[in-house]
């Protein structure tokens, strides 16, 4: 009897690649893909392992795979860029064992700085693209994605976006393959990429894409879904998410659902076409799928009817249909929901009750400093009430950023200005900045925001933290002693809840000629779970000043021109009462205390 159990499509994956025979797998926590590898790392018999970036992720996943294990390296869409330049040669190579990438894309960005499409990774990297529709799919096409490795001698994508990352439906679970390693054998080559070798591999990629072609006519990855009635007239090619959105609108249409995105079969799309009267393609961000369908000859509509930015939706998706003619049903429970007139409210993102990077932040507010700004929590430090970082653009370029500042506008901006970077994020990938810095005599201020774990997407241990994905002890790097042994002699270590030191501190690293290393260690609130008895303001030593408000902490308000403490959201961090001018906030003992006094 076939056992089934409800999971989220990343859930689904780690399932896939344990069913499949995976040995290794390697990734970079990055929403919405983080917990592809902490559940995989549930199975003991995968090595699963958080690396230091995607492009280390990757790196580990091509040598398993050229030692003859099935490996795989999973990353949110940015992630793809730092891992491209192995992924685009590993095209070139071909596997040993099979290899997946997986690429959780990010419509609507609402954990991104960006909203770009990995599809156009298939075709630029000229590999196969498979992408998911929900989470019995999302299992499926991951053991489907190892057969297409192996059996053409690739790596695959698998191309998956929040809605399926994050959903839930019913997976059959099956018994898992054996994990096989393959002989290995010396092959210069195969895997030696120099230019002499490459020549001859690229026509083997050149072979691949038409073997893989005429595949995508023949697998059961793509499917047509003949329709009835008039609606069955109407042709959708669609993929992904947007297929289930279609099949709730218009059920009765005609469908080519899509599993294998590039390469397209001309065969395949031509048929479908002809068996219709109207094609429309249906796709997330960008027309990849139109426009090689379009250059196929084939007379079709797209993006002149869905939007070419943001998700697209069951609500979207009815709109711009009905708009562009199509007989489409108004659903009475959606059409109700938007008659009310009434919007859930928006609730702004900002730091934690207790986050050990408000301190610095609001330290870098008062002293009107340039902030280069980084990847992570972090990144909120450009929210009121602080709202001074100048830039944030990827991980990493908080500290080559803040020295490409420094050469464009002298000493005088330098000593102005200051890069902030987590530690997860200053692993990833700002100790080449670093040192950058160093090899070319800059002067710039770094700050190292030290809370000893990957914040932002859920508590990921990292190589600072002293413990691996599974838990157990590892070596933890000490960033001060990588700073000295790289030639910075200016390191200092700070207490951000220290206001005063923290000052002083900075104005000394900026006016120093050479470059500065703060690093700012105080543990996340939250990881470990910080709650100690709450403050409360004395109502008759508060002026209303509102000072306080200047923290942007969750537990503060002002009511009556008055400020008052919530007792559920503070956790006794103690960092209100250093910046109260008149000690009208206080511990809890304190009151306890005034409390006993005034009885006797």
Not at 97 to 121: C, F, I, K, T, W
Not at 141 to 170: M, Q, W
Not at 293 to 298: D, E, L, P, R
Not at 441 to 461: E, F, K
Request: proline share 6%; with cysteine.
């Amino acid at each position: 009897m076939t056992k089934y159990e409800l999971l989220s499509g990343n859930e689904a994956i780690a399932r896939g690649a344990y069913e499949a025979g995976v040995k290794v797998a390697a990734a970079y926590p990055g929403t919405p893909s983080t917990e592809i590898l902490e559940n995989i790392s549930q199975y003991e018999r995968i090595h699963a392992q958080w690396s230091p970036n995607e492009k280390v992720a990757m790196e580990v996943a091509v040598g398993a795979s050229i030692a003859g294990a099935r490996s795989l390296a999973s990353m949110k869409h940015v992630g793809v860029n730092v891992a491209a330049d192995p992924l685009l040669t590993f095209s070139y190579t071909g596997v040993g064992g099979g290899m997946v990438l997986v690429s959780a894309d990010d419509p609507a960005m609402h954990s991104s700085q960006n909203e770009q499409d990995n599809r156009y990774y298939g075709l630029l990297a000229k590999i196969p693209v498979l992408e998911p529709g929900d989470s019995a799919e999302a299992k499926a096409f991951t053991k489907k994605a190892y057969e297409i490795s192996e059996t053409f001698d690739t790596p695959v994508i698998l191309r998956t976006t929040t809605r399926v990352n994050h959903s839930k439906g019913l997976v059959a679970l099956e018994e898992p393959a054996d994990i096989v390693v393959k002989d290995y054998e010396k092959n210069p080559p195969k895997y030696v990429m120099t230019p002499a070798n490459a020549v001859g591999r690229h026509k083997v990629v050149e072979e691949r894409r038409l073997a893989l072609t005429e595949f995508a006519g023949a697998t059961e990855l793509n499917r047509i879904e003949k329709g009835s009635g008039d609606a069955g007239r109407i042709g959708f090619i669609t993929a992904g998410i947007s297929y289930q959105y279609l099949k709730e609108i218009l059920p009765e249409a005609s469908f080519l659902k899509l599993g294998l995105l590039w390469p397209l079969n001309e065969k395949l799309i031509k048929d479908f076409a002809a068996s219709v009267d109207q094609v429309i393609v249906v796709e997330e961000l960008e027309p990849v799928l139109e426009t090689q369908i379009k250059a196929m000859g084939v007379c079709c509509r797209g993006k002149d009817i869905t939007p070419r930015q943001g998700e697209l939706s069951e609500e979207v998706l009815r709109t711009v249909l009905a708009e562009a003619g199509l007989p489409v049903p108004v659903a009475a429970a959606v059409q109700s929901e938007y008659a009310s007139g009434q919007k859930l409210p928006m609730r702004p993102p900002i730091l934690c009750p207790g986050c050990s990077h408000r301190g610095m932040f609001y330290t870098l507010k008062a002293m009107n400093l340039h902030v280069s700004g980084d990847i992570g929590c972090y990144a909120l430090g450009s929210a009121p009430p602080f709202g001074c970082l100048d830039t944030t653009v990827c991980m990493g370029a908080s500290i080559t950023g803040a020295f490409g500042m420094e050469l464009a506008r002298g000493d005088e901006f330098a000593e102005k200005c200051v890069a902030v970077i987590g530690d997860s994020t200053f692993f990833h990938s700002g100790i080449t900045g670093l040192i950058d810095i160093v090899y070319n005599q800059g002067r710039s201020t770094i700050i190292v925001l030290d809370n000893s774990i990957t914040a932002m997407t859920g508590h990921q241990d990292n190589p600072g933290s002293g413990k691996d994905i599974r838990g157990m002890a590892s070596p933890a790097i000490d960033i001060a002693k990588l700073a000295e042994s790289i030639g910075i002699r200016r390191i200092r270590v700070v207490d951000p809840f220290d206001l005063k030191t923290c000052r002083e501190v900075l104005k000394e690293e900026l006016a120093a000629p050479e470059v500065s290393v703060i690093i700012a260690r105080r543990p996340c609130a939250l990881h470990i779970r910080l709650k100690n008895p709450p403050f409360y303001v004395d109502q008759e030593k508060c002026i209303g000043c509102k000072a306080c408000l200047k923290l942007g902490c969750p537990a503060i308000s002002v009511t009556e021109g008055k400020a008052k403490i919530d007792p559920l959201v503070c956790v006794g961090c103690g960092l209100c009462p250093r910046v109260c001018p008149t000690k009208a906030i206080k511990a809890a003992s304190q009151k306890a205390a005034e409390e006993a006094k005034t009885n006797e």
